[in-house]
């Protein structure tokens, strides 16, 4: 090399590259530093951006007169070579200046040509990158330096030297050349307007839309179309990192649109066509053909690609489509993976030579400085490499992610009713999220599974190159702790296993309770639930506990590892009767610290290698569901009557498969069978069907629509690709605006819209809602009555304009008056002309249907007229014929409603979100969150966490620090015996280093002959590290085993507090919150609290430590190091600061658009029979994309944000070990330092960055599991308290009378709400019977909440036999009333816990109850009272719940029960029943009821008519009835038209 440049040159070989000639700097130093050096660095930098497309934008003057310089530099460079070579070594040697001159006039053509790319790109409209100017400028000191030396020379303008006269002219043209680059450079390029003609938002502040206005083409789209330069160091990235920074990243619109090729709708469409593929290659070979019909396909009609034959659905292979879509990407990564990982390997070998260098005394510096460039190059290069590994793997991911998810999606709007029943919506949820996860990281460890072998056998041979066959004791030892950590691995497993079992039944039970959570408070069960809570929690913590500490284990025996080995190793060596040497003490423990790597991270990557196993099983078991197959289920030859709307004939059908029937125990649902011998609707006919609860009427509308399985027989219905306009019992209500929820995706008809609401009378409802038809309706539409949830989802059924409607007993929630009104404008009204299919209880109002069916068990027990079958349904209202003549009834003053909601639910303070949106912490998780968590695990322990941690890593560095001192000693031993310096090149094969830190450098002493005292050297220093090895690794236990005590003790706490809380809270709480907000405390935030945080927190601490330890380390073995670590350490806080900001932001918006994908899809389930009936199946899973495609974008970003950071840091790094190579270098040619630290600095130096990126990865990580610390604590301190005190001891029968009084009660449901009671005042006495009457929102529910005390009165008084209700304890005063309220709860769990869940009864009395209540017989038909009821007792009908509801209230011995509409959906003959029972069993009871069917308090003493939260009227209902103008009076005529 020194020849080399000697003769370029023209110089001595001995000082090749002179820096100072006579005074003045060198002309070849001058020429290969400061100007070749400079010019090579700015041709790579510009050809980075040769690939810049263009946007087809013309360029600006000030780009032109850059690109005009710059190739007229290269044109003077070229010129100059020729005086050059004529005047031969005037000035220098010729290929000198050829070299220099080539480079120079190469790299301004390059430049040129990639400013022309820039000019006619994006970056046409901003002055370029600013990277690239400046790099134009450092050839600068090189021209000034030659200018100079003219100048002082004197030959610049000598006509003795033409040559140089010339040359210096040339010179000088350079320069102005340059100065007018730069003058154009500084040149405005574009004006504001400019900007805005382009559409892109380039500037970084504000893009140019509208704040609200989503407008996807201003939105910036990540990484397509940058420069290579852009994509290695992620530099597109910057604008978004400096929005972050100042904190402007706020709203989804502020991220990237994903790149083209990550678009969910391309991935999609990608995705599809492939399983299009995979199932046609199916099944050509089971030649078996079937053609999809159009409906099956598209909701809309129409058939598109996607849309696979029936039969080959069931087995295409899940994984097979996921390979053919995107295998070849997925194994290509490989190589960037290997070449990683090859040059991970050269950093050891490097530092090896170099310390060899060190210690020799012969060595030339130029292999010095070779292998100073080779540990910069090669690090460099590696840390490329692994981050565009790590980003191409993150993409790949999201779009495996988007085509299962979106798949998942499209396959449950296809899957038939009852086979979609096996799964709960809980567990079809969890595919989209647990599952689907699983499947992503198994991308990420896939790569692991063939490289972690290439690493170790790599390892393997270098180990046996150093100690030969004695490497295989060490490695047996190594293996045969694989098994053991295997069987830990499945211990940890297995418990992991049983503890998300616990949690499961937890969270399921959380979401009972608050879903029933008012009728809990109601009953005072809050106690109960509690308690089963708790079981499950402790169960469950007793597994975590398992896991924690199996975990500790884990950690322990891996830390343990590398000294057992080692100490293996040495004593197999010495037993092979070789002599220890400290080469071979240092490189075998370096080799053995490598080793340590793969063999812990494979039983992990095996792990999730197996659990993606079983998630692709569940998933796939999901897949080869049967899908609905509307061609095999409805005839398609129309009959030969045209009139038919619909027919069937000797149709038979079950809710279960016919082979699954025989299997089912007889406790289960779907034991109903449905027989139908001859059905046909005319078309425009009004069809009522009556019969009793349970006889099967929603069964026939679930027949038409084709959502049960038939078993034979044939269904027609004409205009089958329309729909159904359908109306459920259990109105379907989407969480979104009243009129989004009516439009359900038509286009709004202002016209069409008017005359439906006015129809469903829901002109009156909307204006008192908050923000009329734009209110936000609740989850299932919560924060609605259960009448304008029923008329909403008749309004929305009228407004798609379909043929055929099935309404399944609209009426049975609304009040006489508005079920007239329904009647009469719309099933009399708007849909006159259509067919209409009506289930109702309600008899009275279908006299006048064209036809009825009376139907029992599943069969039509008869049809006819109206005339014909309503006498055979006993129980006809009384009242029949009070004057008839009344026609023109007393007008009704209906505009004073003041509110119109359901009592229970409050409009909020801002007007059209009943919800407040969930609030999302700005800026850093603040002091607080850490202290809570700190105080949760208790001072002492924390305290002593964080002392035993510092005890492991002293020990550790001091072990460290105790090798590099024994070979130090060594050397200088060696340097005094005769071949000190052998010149010969160490064998690359010592290796020495090792992830964790230790590297030692070695030099060859195999030639030097061991001084006699060496053995015993060895031995002392051996025991000594053996010592201190030991120490460190008791540390480490004793740390392990604190922190999962601690940990667990934290998370323990946490739980209880939080459920505590949340049991007081008031029932206002939770209707403003929805209950998935709440379930998600208890779920995902204390999953992280328990599993997650201290995982993390564990690595985060260590880091720390770890970090510290080693700037000790480093700075005391090179001092000098400290000049370049602050400047990097101001870099580093820096650049972590600027991530931490955008980072956090990124991650709160990705779990904000992670809500949606899940809302949307349980939505979508409950709702699945309205969407397909409908035929709304497509504009879903459109619905489905966006929301998928929304989460994807804030993934996506926040993703590139870590391997933006990750880059910078490794840069970090590389700066590190080539200042330390350098500082080495010079330190020995000054003869100073000492090897042996110097290979100690090295060692930690190149495990440097991965250190930094672990530090602020596990920071931000952690610092992002704070934030559910964080939520939970904001729950155990801000939520609204039920008052938990006690004024007045009450004796243990109170209220042993039963007398009711309200006195001047005023109630709002918030400051600033009209008052929902105002100022009423009611006596009822002892066992009096009052009937509650009034319009929709007038207060009568309020009445009973008032008496509960579930919101608390503003003034007033409710005495209970004279005590004041607001005195006495609230569990107490609810304990001694009785309520059935309005939604019949029911719990999962048997049919006894559900009627007595403190088992204060014994089974006789509860089979009484159950046989007044007449459900006795149900209840033995399904398996007696241990058989259980399902989610929220489902196996029920709604009237059979209601009933369970009203054995409850029959069982507590209360003196004062309230019935709020208890009998809504309970046909008229099992009503009568009940009133008689009430009528016996509460004989001596007070009763207030609450009723819209008239005729259940015809009979009751007095009726209380409630209008607009006032008492109207109070009397009995005989008087009342007789007056006129009343409005009773008004109400009874209503009800008999």
């Not at 079937?290 to 598209?298: E, F, K, M, R």
């Not at 790569?447 to 490497?471: C, D, K, M, N, R």
């Not at 304009?801 to 508005?818: I, N, S």
């Not at 052998?982 to 002493?1005: C, R």
């Amino acid at each position: 090399m020194e020849n080399i440049l000697a003769s370029l040159c023209g110089t001595s070989p001995e000082d090749p590259l002179p820096v100072w000639v006579h005074g003045s700097i060198g002309h070849c130093f001058n020429q290969l530093t400061l100007s070749v050096i400079p010019h090579v660095i700015l041709a790579v930098v510009s050809a980075c951006f040769l690939g810049t497309p263009s946007s087809g934008v013309p360029c600006r003057p000030s780009w032109g007169w850059r690109i005009a310089t710059s190739f007229l530099l290269a044109g003077l460079f070229l010129a100059d070579t020729i005086p050059a070579t004529i005047s031969q070594q005037e000035l220098g040697p010729v290929y000198l200046e050829v070299l220099a001159n080539g480079t120079a006039a190469v790299t301004w053509l390059v430049h040129g040509f990639s400013l022309f790319m820039l000019c006619r790109s994006i970056h046409g409209f901003t002055r370029g990158p600013a990277a690239l100017a400046l790099l134009t400028l450092s050839p600068l000191p090189s021209f000034i330096i030659t200018l100079v030396w003219y100048c002082q020379s004197g030959i610049a303008w000598s006509p003795a030297h033409p040559g140089a006269s010339t040359r210096f002219a040339i010179l000088c043209l350079q320069l102005a050349s340059l100065l007018a680059y730069v003058v154009s450079y500084l040149f405005p390029t574009a004006g504001r307007q400019d900007f805005l003609s382009i559409n892109y938002s380039w500037q970084q502040d504000q893009p140019i839309s509208e704040p609200g206005i989503p407008m996807p083409d201003l939105q910036r789209v990540a990484e397509d179309g940058e420069s290579w330069l852009s994509h290695f160091f992620y530099v597109w990235m910057n604008p978004l990192m400096k929005r972050g920074y100042q904190q402007k990243l706020n709203q989804l619109q502020d991220v990237y649109v994903l790149p083209h090729q990550l678009q969910a709708a391309r991935v999609c469409d990608h995705f599809y066509s492939c399983w299009q593929k995979k199932a046609a290659l199916q099944q050509a070979d089971e030649e078996t053909v079937s053609l999809t019909s159009p409906i099956i396909a598209g909701g809309d009609g129409s058939s598109d690609a996607s849309d696979s034959p029936h039969h080959a659905q069931e087995a295409v292979c899940l994984l097979s489509v996921l390979h053919a879509a995107f295998g070849l990407r997925f194994y290509s990564l490989g190589l960037l993976k290997l070449a990683g990982n090859l040059l991970d390997f050269s950093g050891p070998l490097l530092l090896n030579l170099l310390v060899n260098f060190m210690e020799s005394c012969q060595e030339p510096l130029s292999h010095g400085i070779l292998y100073a460039l080779g540990l910069f190059a090669g690090s460099f290069l590696g840390a490329l490499l692994r981050s565009q590994f790590r980003y191409e793997m993150n993409k790949m991911a999201l779009m495996v992610r988007a085509a299962v998810i979106s798949a998942i999606y499209r396959k449950a709007l296809r899957v038939s009713s009852a086979s979609l029943a096996r799964f709960t919506v809980g567990e079809i949820v969890n595919f989209m999220s647990t599952d689907t996860n699983r499947l992503i990281n198994f991308c990420r460890s896939f790569h692991e599974l063939w490289s972690l072998p290439v690493q170790f056998a790599i390892t393997l041979y270098l180990l046996y190159q150093q100690v030969g066959v004695a490497f295989l004791g060490g490695v047996a030892l190594a293996l045969l702790l694989v098994p053991i950590n295997k069987i830990i691995a499945d211990s940890i497993m297995e418990s992991n296993k049983k503890m998300l079992k616990h949690k499961d039944t937890r969270v399921k039970l959380m979401t009972e309770f608050l879903c029933g959570i008012r009728v809990i408070k109601f009953y005072t069960w809050e106690k109960h639930f509690s308690t089963r809570i708790k079981s499950c929690r402790a169960k469950e913590l007793q597994k975590l506990r398992a896991v924690r500490y199996l975990d500790a284990l884990c950690v322990y025996m891996w830390a343990a590892l590398p000294v057992v080995v080692s100490i293996a190793i040495f004593v197999t060596y010495v037993l092979l009767g070789h002599q220890l040497t400290a080469t071979k003490v240092f490189t075998a423990l370096a080799l053995v610290g490598m080793l340590i790597l793969p063999l812990n991270g494979f039983p992990w990557v095996l792990n999730a290698i197996l659990e993606a196993k079983v998630s692709l099983d569940r998933i796939q078991q999901f897949f080869e569901l049967m899908d609905q197959d509307l061609e095999a289920y409805y005839a398609l030859d129309s009959p030969s009557d045209t009139a038919t709307a619909m027919e069937m004939q000797c149709a038979a059908f079950s809710w279960v498969p016919v082979e699954e029937e025989s299997t089912r125990q007889p406790s289960s649902t779907g034991t109903l069978q449905l027989h139908i011998e001859n059905l046909s609707v005319r078309k425009g006919m009004l069809l009522g069907v009556v019969g009793k609860v349970g006889s099967g009427k929603s069964s026939l509308l679930a027949a038409i629509t084709g959502e049960l399985i038939k078993q034979g027989g044939r269904v027609y219905v004409c205009d089958l690709e329309q729909g159904f306009g359908v109306a459920t019992q259990e109105p379907w209500i989407q969480f979104t605006t009243v009129r989004k929820n009516i439009l359900f995706g038509r286009e709004y008809d202002a016209r069409l819209y008017e005359e439906v609401l006015e129809a469903c009378a829901l002109s009156e409802d909307l204006n008192i809602l908050p923000a009329s038809d734009q209110t936000e309706v609740g989850e299932n539409g919560v924060t609605l009555s259960g009448g304008q949830k029923a008329r909403i989802a008749l309004a929305r059924a009228i407004y798609q304009e379909k043929e055929l409607y099935l309404l399944d007993d609209p009426l049975a929630a609304v009040d006489a008056d508005v079920a007239n009104h329904i009647m009469r404008k719309c099933i009399f009204g708007v849909l006159k002309h259509k067919t209409r299919v009506l289930c109702t209880h309600r008899t009275e109002f279908l006299e006048k249907a064209d036809a009825l069916l009376l139907m029992d068990n599943g069969r039509i027990v008869k049809t006819g007229t109206p005339a014909d079958i309503l006498p055979l349904i006993e129980a006809f209202p009384k009242f029949k014929d009070t004057d008839k003549g009344h026609k023109d009834k007393a007008p009704i003053e209906q505009g004073q409603e003041e509110a119109i909601k359901i009592e229970t639910e409050e409009p909020t303070q801002n007007n059209n979100l009943i919800h407040k949106e969930e609030e999302k912490k700005e800026g850093a998780v603040a002091f607080q969150v850490y202290k809570a968590y700190w105080m949760a695990m208790g001072s002492c322990l924390a305290i002593s966490i964080l002392f035993s941690l510092f005890l492991m890593q002293v020990s550790r560095n001091i072990s460290d620090w105790w090798l590099s001192y024994w070979m130090s000693s060594i050397s200088q031993t060696a340097n005094t015996s005769v071949m000190a310096c052998s010149a010969s090149l160490p064998s690359p094969e010592l290796l020495l280093f090792s992830t964790a830190g230790v590297i030692s450098p070695i030099q060859e002493l195999d030639k030097t002959p061991a001084p006699p005292n060496s053995s015993v050297d060895v031995n002392f220093y051996l025991i000594v590290y053996g010592t201190i090895a030991g120490a460190n690794s008791l540390f480490t236990i004793i740390r392990a085993f604190l922190f999962a005590y601690g940990a667990l003790r934290a998370a323990a706490v946490i739980h209880d507090r939080l459920l505590q809380r949340v049991l007081k809270a008031t029932v206002t709480f939770f209707d403003t919150t929805p209950t998935g907000r709440i379930v998600n405390r208890f779920s995902s935030d204390l999953y992280c609290v328990d599993d997650s945080l201290p995982f993390i927190l564990n690595i985060f601490l260590a880091n720390i430590y770890g970090l510290l330890g080693m700037l000790v380390i480093m700075t005391y073995g090179l001092p000098w190091i400290g000049l370049v670590l602050l400047p990097l350490a101001v870099v580093y806080f820096f650049i972590q600061r600027y991530y931490r900001f955008t980072s956090r932001e990124l991650k709160r918006l990705c779990s904000v658009t992670l809500s949606p994908i899940y809302t949307h899809f349980s939505e979508t389930l409950s709702g699945l029979s309205t969407i397909r009936a409908m035929r709304a199946t497509k504009r879903f899973e459109l619905e489905n994309q966006l929301c998928l495609e929304q989460n994807q974008r804030c993934l996506f970003a926040s993703n590139t944000v870590m391997e933006w950071l990750d880059i910078r840091l490794q840069m970090i790094g590389v700066a590190v070990v080539t200042a330390i190579a350098g500082i080495a270098i010079i330190q020995h040619q000054r003869k100073l330092g000492n090897p042996g630290l110097v290979g100690l600095a090295l060692s930690y130096a190149l495990s440097v960055t991965n250190l930094l990126s672990g530090l602020i990865a596990s920071f931000t990580h952690t610092e992002m599991l704070m934030v559910s610390v964080e939520r939970t604590e904001e729950y155990t301190t801000d939520i609204p308290m039920e008052p938990q005190d006690k004024l007045v001891q009450v004796s243990a029968d109170w209220p042993s009378e039963g007398l009711v009084e309200f006195q001047q009660v005023v109630l709002a449901y918030r400051a600033g709400l009209p008052n929902a009671l105002d100022g009423v005042s009611f006596t009822v006495y002892p066992g009096e019977k009052l009937g509650i009457v009034g319009r929709t929102g007038s207060g009568k529910s309020t009445l009973f909440l008032a008496l509960f005390r579930m919101v608390e009165i503003k003034s007033g008084q409710i005495l209970l036999d004279g005590v004041d209700s607001q005195l006495v304890g609230l569990e107490e005063l609810r304990s001694r009333l009785a309520i059935i309220p309005q939604d019949p709860f029911l719990f999962s769990g048997s049919i006894r816990e559900n009627l007595d869940p403190q088992g204060k009864w014994v089974d006789a009395e509860l089979r009484e109850v159950l046989e007044q209540c007449h459900l006795w017989d149900a209840v033995t038909q399904m398996g007696g009272l241990d058989s259980e009821l399902g989610e929220r007792g489902k196996s029920l009908s709604v009237g059979q719940r209601q009933l369970v509801c009203l054995a409850r209230a029959l069982l507590t011995q209360a003196k004062v029960l309230c019935i709020d509409e208890a009998t809504a959906s309970v046909d008229q003959k099992t009503d009568q029943l009940l009133q008689q029972t009430i009528r016996q069993r509460f004989a001596d009871k007070t009763v207030l009821t609450i009723a819209h069917r008239l005729n259940t308090i015809l009979d009751s003493d007095r009726v209380l008519v409630m209008q607009a939260g006032r008492v109207a009227e109070l009397d009995s209902p005989a008087r009342l009835s007789q007056k006129d103008g009343s409005l009773f009076q008004h109400l009874l005529h209503s009800r008999q038209q």
